[in-house]
Antibody, heavy 117, light 107 residues
Framework: EVQLVESGGGLVQPGGSLRLSCAASGFSFSGYDMHWVRQVTGKRLEWVSGITNTADTYYSGSVKGRFTISRENARNSLYLQMNSLRVEDTGLYYC???????????WGQGTLVTVSS | DIQMTQSPSTLSASVGDRVTITCRASQSISTFLAWYQQKPGKAPNLLIYKASTLQSRVPSRFSGSGSGTEFTLTISNLQPDDFATYYCQQYDTYLYSFGQGTKLEIK
């Protein structure tokens, strides 16, 4: 069974940093592109970042230069290093597996990030 | 960036009804469109991709159509389990984007 389990969320002040993790199991992690998608204000979904199985990385304009996505295939893990956090980065961050380019067939349950003073 | 707009934002219907949700893209995306269902407190669940291809184990009462800039998700014979929020998503360009969601409520 495919499982994705996020961790690392929490409360942080504006300008602070957090590192999110996603532990994958039940599939051959190294063979899949992976992504982070966030849900803000309990509604709208926003794609944040993606990493291919060959470690090419992609970012949305709103996080480029502040967030870094990475993966560790030996540990079946995906990461998101978030620096210079802003209030508008608050949301539920999901880890998602890519079925085919741009289509997400498995999602974790999310980890909540709150940026507030 | 490609903007995705769904209508309506909220839809009230009864069990057994047939409903249609529309999604419009700000520019042509061919058929690079997916639909997801999300229930409260849960992650989104993939229903349809390539505008009309049903994901495995998704009931056949769900169907999708469209190409270019206009797409529809149709649910026939609504079941109690179908009352949820639905999102469209374009994947024509790497800056993937989602619609704002359509909440399907019980009438």
């Amino acid at each position: 069974e495919v499982q994705l389990v996020e961790s690392g969320g929490g409360l942080v002040q504006p300008g602070g940093s957090l590192r999110l993790s996603c532990a994958a199991s039940g599939f051959s992690f190294s063979g899949y592109d992976m992504h982070w998608v966030r849900q803000v204000t309990g509604k709208r979904l926003e794609w944040v970042s993606g990493i291919t199985n060959t470690a090419d990385t992609y970012y949305s304009g709103s996080v480029k230069g502040r967030f870094t996505i990475s993966r560790e295939n030996a540990r079946n893990s995906l990461y998101l290093q978030m620096n210079s956090l802003r209030v508008e980065d608050t949301g539920l961050y999901y880890c998602a597996r890519e079925k085919m380019t741009g289509v997400f067939d498995y999602w974790g349950q999310g980890t909540l990030v709150t940026v507030s003073s | 960036d490609i903007q995705m707009t769904q209508s309506p934002s909220t839809l009230s219907a009864s069990v057994g009804d047939r409903v249609t949700i529309t999604c419009r893209a700000s520019q042509s995306i061919s058929t690079f469109l997916a639909w997801y269902q999300q229930k409260p407190g849960k992650a989104p669940n993939l229903l349809i991709y390539k505008a009309s291809t049903l994901q495995s184990r998704v009931p056949s009462r769900f169907s999708g159509s469209g190409s270019g800039t206009e797409f529809t998700l149709t649910i026939s014979n609504l079941q109690p389990d179908d009352f949820a929020t639905y999102y469209c998503q374009q994947y024509d360009t790497y800056l993937y984007s989602f619609g704002q969601g359509t909440k399907l409520e019980i009438k």
